[in-house]
């Protein structure tokens, strides 16, 4: 059973960035794919980007590629999502997810979520 844990959110204003982080433990990690997700208030839960533990290959939503950039450090089981050029749109709570699959659908575990406010 993996654990996660996000964190590195906060408040920011528009055009500002962040990193925030996903702390991972557990076994057989490369088995997983870590997505991140997030959810605005009154919205479903959106993916955002994806990494692979094993080789480091990436996928990303449509809408984030460009100002997002997911990443990982093997060496500290974390992966981070680095987030340029925040809009207030932006604004939600992100998630990561390890997901087994690969499908990029939340399937695997959650974690607590860290809240990322843009201000205009």
């Known amino acids: 059973q993996v654990q996660l844990v996000e964190s590195g959110g906060g408040l920011v204003q528009a055009g500002g960035s962040l990193r925030l982080s996903c702390a991972a433990s557990g076994q057989n990690l490369n088995r997983y794919v870590m997505d991140w997700f997030r959810q605005a208030p009154g919205k479903e839960r959106e993916f955002v980007a994806a990494?692979?533990?094993?080789?480091?290959?990436?996928y990303y939503a449509d809408s984030m590629e460009g100002r997002f950039t997911i990443s990982r450090d093997s060496a500290k089981n974390t992966v981070y999502l680095q987030m340029n050029g925040l809009k207030p749109e932006d604004t939600a709570v992100y998630y990561c997810?390890?997901?087994?699959?690969?499908?990029?659908?939340?399937?695997?575990?959650w974690g607590q979520g860290t809240q990322v406010t843009v201000s205009s």
């Open positions: 990494i692979a533990w094993r080789d480091g290959s990436t």
């Open positions: 997810n390890a997901d087994p699959t690969g499908a990029h659908r939340g399937f695997g575990a």
